[in-house]
Structures are given as C-alpha cells and as structure tokens.
C-alpha cells in the first residue's frame, strides 16, 4: 500500500468518526417523553372520569344532525340579519387588526434588534410577550369589566392583544433584513428614516401583508366567540348563542356554515400570501 493510499484512508478515518450521527439525539428524547405525558395523562382522565353513557341517545344526535341542513325553514329576513351580523363581526375583526397594526408600528420597529438599541429591543419584547401571554378574550373582560359592555369595549382589548401580536411579528420581519443593505445605506450617510422606508419596508412589505391577514382571522374568529361568551350584541356570536338556546337547529347551522366559509375564504388568503412570501 502507498504512502497516498495511507493517507487517504486516515482522514476518511477521521471523518467517519467526527460525522458519526449519535444513536439517540435529546430532541427525540424529549419529543418520546412529552408523548408518554400525555398518553398517561389521557389514560388517568379516562378512568378517572365517569361518563352517563346510558343517556347517550344516537337517534336525537341524527335529528339535530338534518335539522342544521334544512335552510328551507329559514325566512328571508332571518338569512339576511344573519348576513349583516357576520358582515359586522368580519368588520369588527378587521377594523381591530388594522388599528393594531399602525399602533404596534413604531414600536415594531423599536423591538426590532437591528434597527434599535438592545436595551430597548429586549424591554419592548418582554411587554409584548407578557401581553400576548395572555388570550385575547381575557383581555376582553378585563376592559368590559372596566368601561362596560360594548362592543367598543371588545374592540380596545381586541386592539391591546394584537398589538403585542404585531409588535412580534414586525420585529421579526424587520430583523430578517438584509444586514448589508443597511450597512451600505449607513455608509453612504443615509438617515435612520430612509433605513426603514428605503431598505426595511420595501423588503418587509410582502411578510407583513402575510401577518396582517393571519391576524384578521384570529380576530374574526374571536369576534365570533366575543358574542355568546361576553354577551356583546351585533356580532354573528349573538345570533349562535340565541339559536343555540332556542333549540333552532336550521338558523345554527346556516349561521355556523356562514362562519366556515369567511374562515376558509381566509385560510385560501393566507396561503397564497405565504407562498408569495415564499417566493
């Protein structure tokens, strides 16, 4: 065997060795473990839980199951009122994200790492993040308890939790931008003003478009819950929780199908946003 021939083989040595894949990593440790928490968790609600299952009554189940299908027992004014309430709760969801939106702005772009001082980056976060660590309909209450129940009321903390949500999302947009870009406008004596509007914005603009419709969903979604579980009147939520209490089937499920196509409508936006993110 050549000298050449020795040497290749040490190295193809060495590297088999520093490659060498461990057996078992932490990750899909952790993933094994936080599963058998669960499935033990599952198991113990199970034996632990009792259920009435002799009042399980499968033929009523069928019954309401038709029922929510027969619009022909709708009049037309009762799909209309339905019509304008879920026009209203799309409204309210979209008037709430965009106030959102241009508030958490500035303060985006305080949070944002490369565009601010650590110092004020790591304090804006941390309120953001305390802030979003509560839900939405929590901070609801919170304001309805404090200023009554409006639907103004549901707006303000509506308002307050996508602040936080968009804070976030714009400092991790605007994070993701070039760094030589914003070098070479600092070069060529460029002003903090014209970093954002000529290097941050242009190259953000399609990402927070992408944020801004996932937001108007989660907010018409929680506009929706905002009805039945807060009592605020105007909203699509108002009119499930009446019919729901009222036992009419056909007007609860026309309303809740009306509901599943604006979110659909909203997942088939969103999509096509992402992937020209993506690209």
Known sequence: MTEIQLVSENIQGKKAKRYKLKSQETSDILIKLILLIF??????????????????????????FGSFF?????????????????????????????????????????AASNLSSVKCSNIIKAIA??????????????????????????????????????????????????????????ASGASWFQIITEAVLPSSSSRIIAWLAMRS???????????PAIGVAGTIGSVINGYSRSGFYPGLGFSILCVFVVAF????LINKLRAKTIE
Do not use: C
């Open 70 to 110: 027969r619009f022909d027992a709708l009049k037309i004014s009762e799909m209309i009122t339905i019509s304008s309430l879920l026009v209203n709760t799309i409204f309210l969801g979209v008037l709430s994200t965009i106030l959102a939106a241009v508030i958490a702005f500035p303060f985006g772009l305080l």
């Open 265 to 268: 409508l909203f997942e088939i």
């Open 129 to 186: 993040s305390f802030v979003r660590a509560v839900p939405t309909i929590i901070w609801v209450l919170i304001f309805i308890s404090s200023y009554g129940l409006s639907a103004t009321t549901a707006v303000v903390g509506m308002i307050f939790h996508g602040w936080a949500f968009f804070v976030k999302s714009y400092s991790e947009s605007f994070e993701e931008v070039d760094p030589g870009v914003i070098e070479a406008l600092k």
């Open 39 to 64: 499935g033990i968790l599952f198991i113990t609600f199970l034996v632990s839980t009792t259920y009435k299952w002799d009042q399980f009554r499968p033929d009523l189940i069928l019954t309401i």
């Open 217 to 227: 969903e989660i907010n018409f979604a929680v506009a929706v819950v905002v009805g």
